[in-house]
């Protein structure tokens, strides 16, 4: 009898996508899987490590589950993932109780490793593993969506990143096998298709044959069932944004009028020691550009405040910049100096109270951004997509198309659906972050 095993995702969508894989793998070989780890005979968290604060999570999780081994069922604790494949074999002096540490590259032997468990600790070496149509894979986002990984790795250089040293350098995927795993996924009942890479972009040019985010996505439209098709990690470089692929944004139905595009900063100087390759009026005339093709597009970006040298009137004119563009949703961060890192070693690191300071302000900016766009929706009747009820609001929650899973805000729902219905619902109330509406009808 196969050992039960129980995994813990950590991280990005991306990651999420690898842990989806691990659990295809050990199904296939006969696996029992548990989400309750005091049921786990093996243990496994998928960690992320690209800044301090995920680190600190991923340690804090494998203390929390350590316990297990003695008291539990577990009798193998593996943790796989980016901070193996940063850290590498420090990692066993620090953590003894961990019996494996699988990197990036490694991971789809886990089953394997699980069999031979005690030859040696760490299996660090390799690309990281990118997998296909023919992978195993078991969702563990609601039946109706999904991530679809494109691509892996990044072959930018951005001074403050530490992905590109983990995940290795920009790989896409054939287009025939994203497609093949597409249709089995709307087979299945997938809705809802959000596209994942370090820069969703730049799909297909490694490949050197003609492929291209914009043939991906007009061979994606045409596949039956799926209802939003939604594009995140879209590097804000002008050239990638060709007149062509903004007109098929614009214009398909199925694509999601909507656009994460991680800016980080809009000050030339900045951008320049960030080591990012757009300039500050490069990326107004590009959001410029897509809302002349897009003109009910949702644009979400993150911003970082506090990168070495960063001026107050720097700060002032990201400021002035967020208040100019108004996205509808942003994501700010503190800088964080990465080990490593060409940024951590820059001059002038700025004090943590300004970062702070800095962040607090630039967030109650776009709170006020958030709720204004937010009021001119009441009144109004739109599709959302139910998915389920929210226990902390004792109501049913669902999204709107320009509202991503778990980054962006919700819609709290009056009436009634089930988790995976479409409805019609009349906008009643704006939130900062979120709405509320009246389901009308059930769409079909
Ligand atoms: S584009 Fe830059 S920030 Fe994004 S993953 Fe690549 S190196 Fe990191």
């Given at each position: 009898m196969k050992e039960t095993v129980c995994l813990v995702s950590l991280g990005c969508p991306k990651n999420l996508v690898d842990s989806e894989v691990i659990l295809g793998l050990l199904a296939k070989e006969g696996h029992p899987l548990t989400t309750d780890p005091s049921k786990g005979e093996v243990i496994i968290i998928n960690t992320c490590s690209f800044i301090q604060d995920a680190t600190q999570e991923a340690i804090e999780t494998i203390l929390k589950l350590v316990p297990y081994k003695k008291e539990g069922n577990c009798r193998l604790l593996i943790v796989s993932g980016c901070l193996p494949q940063r850290y590498g074999k420090t990692l066993e002096k620090e953590l003894p109780e961990v019996d494996l540490f699988v990197g990036t590259g490694s991971f789809q032997k886990i089953p394997d490793l699980i069999v031979q468990a005690g030859k040696r600790k760490s299996y660090l070496s390799g690309q990281t593993f990118l997998y296909n149509d023919r992978t195993p894979r078991i969702l563990s986002t609601p039946s109706f969506t999904a991530y679809l990984k494109i691509a892996e790795g990044c072959s930018r250089t951005c001074t403050f990143c530490t992905v590109p040293s983990i995940r290795g350098p920009y790989r896409s995927r054939g287009i025939h096998s994203i497609l093949k795993e597409t249709e089995r996924l709307a087979e299945q009942g997938v809705k809802e298709l959000i596209l994942i890479a370090q820069d969703t972009t730049i799909y297909g040019e490694d490949l050197r044959d003609g492929t291209s985010l914009e043939r991906l996505l007009k061979e994606l439209i045409r596949i039956d069932g799926l209802r939003w098709i939604r594009i995140l990690y879209a590097y804000p470089k002008s050239a990638r944004f060709t007149d062509s692929l903004l007109q098929l944004i614009g214009q398909e139905?199925?694509?999601?009028?909507y656009l994460d595009l991680p800016i980080q900063h809009i000050d030339d100087e900045i951008l320049r020691r960030m080591g990012r390759r757009s300039k500050g009026q490069e990326i107004q005339d590009l959001i410029h550009r897509i809302r002349t093709f897009v003109p009910e597009v949702a644009l979400r970006t993150s911003l970082i405040v506090?990168?070495?040298?960063?001026r107050e009137s720097q700060f002032k004119a990201l400021l002035h910049f967020a208040e100019e563009a108004q996205f509808d949703h942003l994501g700010a961060f503190k800088y964080s100096p990465e080990e490593g890192t060409p940024a951590s070693r820059l001059p002038h690191p700025v004090p943590q109270e300004v970062k702070e300071e800095r962040l607090k302000i630039l967030m109650q900016a776009q709170k006020k951004i958030s709720l204004k766009k937010y009021r001119r929706m009441v009144g109004r009747n739109i599709t959302v997509l139910v998915e389920g009820m929210d226990q902390q609001k004792g109501s049913l929650r669902g999204r709107i198309q320009t509202q991503a899973p778990e980054i962006d805000g919700c819609v709290f729902l009056k009436g009634k659906a089930l988790p995976g219905d479409w409805v019609e619902a009349r906008i009643t109330q704006a939130l900062p972050y979120d709405l509320v509406g009246e389901i009308k009808k059930i769409l079909p």
């Open positions: 139905e199925k694509i999601c009028s506090g990168f070495p040298g960063e």
